[in-house]
């Protein structure tokens, strides 16, 4: 039982990545960037055959989140410079990843036992040689998402972030204040496919192997965490116990958190659901019918459409 949460939180902390990134399209930009599904495979991809070619696990996070990043570039210049729509562009880098993805690693490919992965490493094993497989991918995924998450909160804080979200408010203000609302958008959207392939490339370390088909659904998966969160969050914030904590000097974050921490907490229960789902006896190729499933009880059960939940 320990085993299977310890799991449920690994991999709700490592898919989390890919909702920072579906939260900086949908939620700060309004944008659908369906190109999600083919970035996270695609930092998959390249991880694995840099794994097996003897890189350093640890610049492959680097190399991944490039690759990623270009993937973004590709999707916001053919929406920006191409005058295509948002949906269509997305659609586009998506078809276009999938070909990309199968010539980079093929359909499927395993990384032997032998070859150190970022929880494997010598420095993870320097830092944390004293937990075991399990506690070291708790450990080093909580750290990873903290330090992404600070920084994304950072960001926000920063000129150019104050710009990307007015950018998804209103795009108006962005122009009357001489601002390209066409670069920023770019930007926007290299940085949300940099996280998603970033995570991908975490998941392939997890996993040791790559498939073609890893991609699929992860746009929903992110959506529904987003939604999630924020909804699970929105609630919080107008109970009585969080009405007092605001009262109190040093505990006023723990009433309002911020939208990144929304993002994560949706991502651990929307894995934990999952989880459930397979303890009760679903069979593991039913778990795409599952997910749509459980996106549609969140919309239904949060009574509003997503993305009137996700823009609030």
């Not at 709700?12 to 700060?28: K, Q, R």
């Not at 920006?80 to 659609?91: E, F, P, Y």
């Not at 276009?96 to 499927?108: E, K, M, T, V, Y």
Request: aromatic fraction near 8%; charged fraction near 15%; charge should be positive.
């Amino acid at each position: 039982m320990q085993d299977l949460i310890v799991s449920t939180l690994i991999q709700g902390l490592i898919y989390a990545l890919i909702s920072f990134g579906v939260y900086f399209t949908y939620t700060i930009l309004d944008f659908p960037d369906l190109s999600v599904d083919g970035s996270f495979p695609l930092g998959a991809a390249v991880t694995a055959v840099l794994l097996t070619r003897g890189m350093n696990p640890w610049l492959t996070l680097l190399v991944a989140m490039a690759i990623g990043a270009l993937a973004g570039l590709v999707t916001g210049l053919i929406h920006v410079r191409l005058r295509i729509r948002d949906l269509l562009a997305g659609i586009i880098t998506m078809t276009a990843l999938f070909s990309i993805n199968l010539q980079i690693a093929g359909s499927n490919l395993t990384i032997d036992r032998s070859t150190d992965t970022i929880f494997t490493s010598p420095a993870a094993m320097a830092l944390f040689g004293k937990l075991s497989l399990l506690g070291r991918k708790l450990v080093i995924s909580l750290i990873l998402v903290i330090i992404l998450k600070l920084l994304i909160d950072w960001f926000f804080k920063t000129k150019f972030g104050l710009l990307l979200c007015a950018v998804g408010d209103n795009s108006t203000l962005v122009t009357t204040l001489a601002c390209d609302r066409g670069r920023v958008k770019i930007i926007g959207l290299v940085i949300s496919n940099a996280l998603v392939a970033l995570s991908g490339c975490i998941v392939c370390h997890e996993l040791r192997s790559f498939s073609a088909t890893m991609g699929t659904g992860q746009v929903v998966f992110g959506l529904a965490t987003v939604i999630i969160g924020i909804s699970t969050f929105r609630w919080w914030s107008n109970t009585r116990a969080a009405r007092r904590l605001r009262t109190v000097k040093g505990m006023r974050w723990l009433s309002d958190p911020k939208g990144t921490t929304a993002v994560i907490v949706g991502s651990i229960i929307y894995k934990l659901c999952i989880q459930l789902a397979m303890s009760l006896g679903m069979p593991a190729n039913m778990m795409k019918l599952i997910t749509a499933v459980l996106f549609l009880l969140v919309l239904v059960l949060s009574g509003r459409k997503g993305e009137e939940i996700i823009r609030a």
